[in-house]
């Protein structure tokens, strides 16, 4: 039946069915309903595999790669299910066999227990029309209807250039020395849009987290309502395509460096064998534990390629963080290695002690008490170390990453600038300054929002205050 055969009055109808709503695109072949991407994102949520949940919801796996992609691993559509108010697909199937059964308006309402209008008005708006007539399809019709059903929202950092631009610098603000001068740090690769490029230099950036910048907004704008935003907005302005004002290439500025949001693995340390009896955790004090008095630090090394390394000193309660230079020694690459002569790498026991004892006595000798390492054999030497600094050296337990938490999550925030798989050892004692003070200088939930230097610096301050004699 042609265009022009349909009655006047009915095309009357279509045209002021058309005006309620802007043109849409031909979809060629609809995509899945919302019904099954939600149970595909809830899939993905118990933590299965793209190729699993997208054969479990019976679409190919190279769509539900897609769709995990272009959402960086969120879900981009509410998982809550919508409410009987709206007709579900299961529903508009039933109306299209129905329809091709010749049944009427009104049997159809019945049989789905609708109101008729509304089933009219269905076979009105949402039937497919590129034949010239109308011939309801309920693949065609659910994805008109997922469509008129959009509402378009600006994103908040797109409305908000100064929101976005203090975003934007503490996410991939330059690093600084204390002098003020930028530090440029590696030169990187070009990014391809790929998941966590591994085994390559990062950019160096300031790099606070979307939950320290959400949560530091009412810190620095108490009054401004309009410079406000949450951590999950700014995620998703960095990770699904085509959502907020932020480039997803600022995504290598995260913690993590991934474009998608997926788990994150936890790495185990070797045991070794040289800890005594004397000095294993359970014989730390009880202070230690609670973090309520300072003094207390967490120690490990960071290593990269050709056996260079960081060690890293966290404090418990401030978690402030002190870097340690570790450069290789001279001959390194030339002489041949000797059987128990020293490590030239950088971190041998003797030379691990001797960096530590540098850094250490830069501290008030309150705020030394005691440091907490793993097993590994570059604090071989730790009684002399103690005999040294006044500072009294534990080990963690063997593959017992937890006992030293502190660390291990100022490891992973400073893998950021110092990735596995690079020479670490190119690095000056002045660039791992400028790298502490800008881990130092986050904000911190732990903290409450103050950074690690400001309760230092509360720490350093309460040393100094001359002790107040008391009158009987």
């Known amino acids: 039946m042609k265009t022009s055969d349909v009655p006047e009055g009915r095309r009357r109808q279509w045209r002021a069915d058309r005006a309620l709503r802007p043109a849409m695109r031909s979809p060629g072949r609809p995509d899945p309903s919302r019904v099954v991407?939600?149970?595909?994102?809830?899939?993905?949520?118990?933590?299965?595999?793209?190729?699993?949940?997208?054969?479990?919801?019976?679409?190919?796996?190279?769509?539900?790669?897609?769709?995990?992609?272009?959402?960086?691993?969120?879900?981009?559509?509410?998982?809550?299910?919508?409410?009987?108010?709206?007709?579900?697909f299961e529903e508009r199937e039933e109306i299209a066999i129905l329809r091709a059964m010749n049944k009427?308006?009104?049997?159809?309402?019945?049989?789905?227990?609708?109101?008729?209008?509304?089933?009219?008005?269905?076979?009105?708006?949402?039937?497919a029309t590129r034949s010239g007539k109308q011939e309801y399809?309920?693949?065609?019709?659910?994805?008109?209807?997922?469509?008129?059903?959009?509402?378009?929202?600006?994103?908040?950092?797109?409305?908000?250039?100064?929101?976005?631009?203090?975003?934007?610098d503490r996410l991939a603000g330059s690093v600084r020395r204390p002098d003020n001068t930028i530090v440029p740090g590696p030169r990187t690769?070009?990014?391809?849009?790929?998941?966590?490029?591994?085994?390559?230099?990062?950019?160096?950036?300031?790099?606070?987290?979307?939950?320290?910048?959400?949560?530091?907004?009412?810190?620095?704008?108490?009054?401004?309502e309009s410079m406000r935003i949450s951590h999950e907005a700014i995620y998703q302005a960095l990770f699904i395509e085509g959502r907020g004002a932020l480039k997803r290439e600022l995504v290598t500025c995260l913690r993590t460096g991934r474009a998608l949001r997926v788990p994150r693995a936890r790495s185990q340390n070797e045991p070794q064998g040289h800890v005594t009896a004397d000095v294993v955790l359970s014989e730390r004090p009880a202070e230690a534990t609670d973090r309520a008095v300072p003094g207390h630090w967490e120690g490990d090394l960071i290593i990269g390629t050709g056996r260079s390394a960081i060690g890293t000193l966290v404090e418990r309660s401030s978690r402030s963080t002190l870097l340690v230079h570790l450069p290789r020694l001279e001959g390194w690459g030339e002489n041949p290695p000797v059987k128990n002569g020293p490590s030239l790498g950088g971190y041998g026991a003797m030379?691990?002690?001797?960096?530590?004892?540098?850094s250490m006595t830069q501290l008030p000798e309150q705020l030394r008490k005691t440091l907490t390492w793993d097993r590994g054999k570059e604090l071989s030497g730790h009684a002399q170390f103690a005999l040294d600094t006044g500072t009294k050296v534990f080990f963690a337990?063997?593959?017992?990453?937890?006992?030293?938490?502190?660390?291990?999550?100022?490891?992973?925030?400073?893998?950021?600038?110092?990735?596995?798989?690079?020479?670490?050892?190119r690095w000056s004692?002045?660039?791992?300054?400028?790298?502490?003070?800008?881990?130092?200088?986050?904000?911190?939930?732990?903290?409450?929002?103050?950074?690690?230097?400001?309760?230092?610096?509360?720490?350093?301050?309460?040393?100094?205050?001359?002790?107040?004699a008391t009158t009987g």
Request: net charge positive; with cysteine; aromatic share 8%.
């Open 37 to 88: 991407q939600r149970q595909f994102c809830r899939l993905i949520a118990t933590g299965v595999t793209t190729v699993e949940a997208s054969l479990a919801v019976g679409v190919s796996w190279p769509v539900g790669a897609r769709w995990f992609r272009h959402a960086g691993g969120m879900p981009p559509i509410s998982l809550a299910e919508p409410t009987g108010w709206y007709l579900a």
């Open 429 to 468: 004692s002045a660039d791992l300054g400028a790298v502490a003070i800008a881990i130092n200088n986050r904000p911190r939930k732990v903290l409450g929002w103050r950074t690690s230097a400001e309760v230092f610096e509360e720490q350093l301050r309460s040393l100094q205050q001359p002790d107040v």
């Open 104 to 127: 009427g308006v009104r049997e159809i309402a019945g049989a789905l227990g609708r109101d008729p209008a509304t089933i009219s008005r269905e076979l009105r708006r949402n039937a």
């Open 189 to 224: 690769p070009a990014w391809k849009g790929v998941n966590k490029p591994h085994r390559q230099d990062r950019g160096w950036a300031t790099a606070w987290s979307p939950e320290q910048i959400s949560r530091r907004l009412p810190v620095d704008f108490p009054d401004d």
């Open 397 to 425: 337990d063997p593959h017992s990453p937890w006992q030293r938490p502190t660390n291990e999550n100022t490891n992973g925030l400073l893998r950021q600038y110092f990735p596995k798989g690079t020479d670490l050892s």
């Open 137 to 168: 399809r309920a693949t065609v019709a659910q994805w008109k209807a997922q469509q008129a059903a959009k509402r378009p929202k600006t994103a908040k950092l797109t409305g908000n250039d100064r929101l976005r631009e203090y975003v934007q």
């Open 351 to 358: 030379v691990m002690n001797a960096a530590l004892i540098t």
